[in-house]
């Protein structure tokens, strides 16, 4: 059973800096696909950033690209998520998540597993 746990979040100023991790458990990921989303009150959940386990590539969404870096640690088996300049839009649960496929997708219900979330507030 696969299983996802986000750690790290909180309340952060305009500007400051943020990480957030997620442990992953259950199988190999050799072949997935990981990926960080997000979702704010009232808007859909939206792709924020992701990684391929096996080969590094990295993909993110135009609103974080040179902001946010995603990575992973396969000795560890965590995907983390460090954001720097963050701005009060960039206020929402995130979430990780795996798809059972190598390659990058940006749906949410293109992803098999996901953490139960953990907040990130940035004030203005």
């Known amino acids: 059973q696969v299983q996802l746990v986000e750690s790290g979040g909180g309340l952060v100023q305009t500007g400051g800096s943020l990480s957030v991790s997620c442990a992953a458990s259950?199988?190999?990921?050799?072949?997935?696909?990981m990926g960080w989303f997000r979702q704010a009150p009232g808007k859909e959940r939206e792709f924020v950033a992701g990684i391929s386990w096996s080969a590094g590539s990295s993909y993110y969404s135009d609103s974080v690209k040179g902001r946010f870096t995603i990575s992973r640690d396969k000795a560890k088996n965590t995907v983390s998520l460090q954001m720097d300049r963050l701005k009060p839009e960039d206020t929402a649960v995130y979430y990780c998540?795996?798809?059972?496929?190598?390659?990058?997708?940006?749906?949410?219900?293109?992803?098999?597993?996901w953490g139960q979330g953990t907040q990130v507030t940035v004030s203005s």
């Open positions: 259950g199988r190999s990921f050799s072949s997935y696909f």
């Open positions: 998540t795996a798809r059972a496929r190598t390659y990058s997708r940006t749906q949410p219900n293109e992803y098999d597993y």
